[in-house]
């Protein structure tokens, strides 16, 4: 059992479950920046350092083999954080992003 959490953990597919809420428009010329909450739920004990926000918008031509997937950075935020989270812990943090 140690073993298969040791190689979930490598993964990356154990940790935290993370869930964002974010309004569905943001309108670039008044705001230039996306406000919401992150909501984190611990699946095991785990150590939180830094969190990475992105805002990236896909653009899809083509189909099959001549589909083309281009991807722009709008914008990005490093997030300093240093907390721990026990499981089944819950923890809100509000942010912003500049975009």
């Not at 993370?18 to 984190?40: C, S, Y």
């Not at 611990?42 to 992105?54: L, N, P, Q, V, Y």
């Not at 083309?68 to 989270?85: C, T, V």
């Amino acid at each position: 059992m140690i073993i298969f959490k040791g190689l979930k953990k490598l993964l990356g597919i154990e940790g935290v479950v993370v869930e964002m809420q974010i309004p569905r428009e943001v309108k670039a010329r008044h705001d230039n920046k996306v406000n919401g909450v992150l909501h984190l739920i611990a699946k095991g004990d785990i150590k939180i350092t830094s969190i990475e926000f992105k805002l990236i918008e896909r653009y899809k031509k083509g189909r099959k083999d001549v589909k083309l997937i281009h991807e722009y950075l709008f914008g990005s935020k490093l997030r300093k954080q240093n907390f721990e989270l026990n499981k089944a812990d819950k923890r809100t943090l509000p942010f912003d992003l500049p975009f």
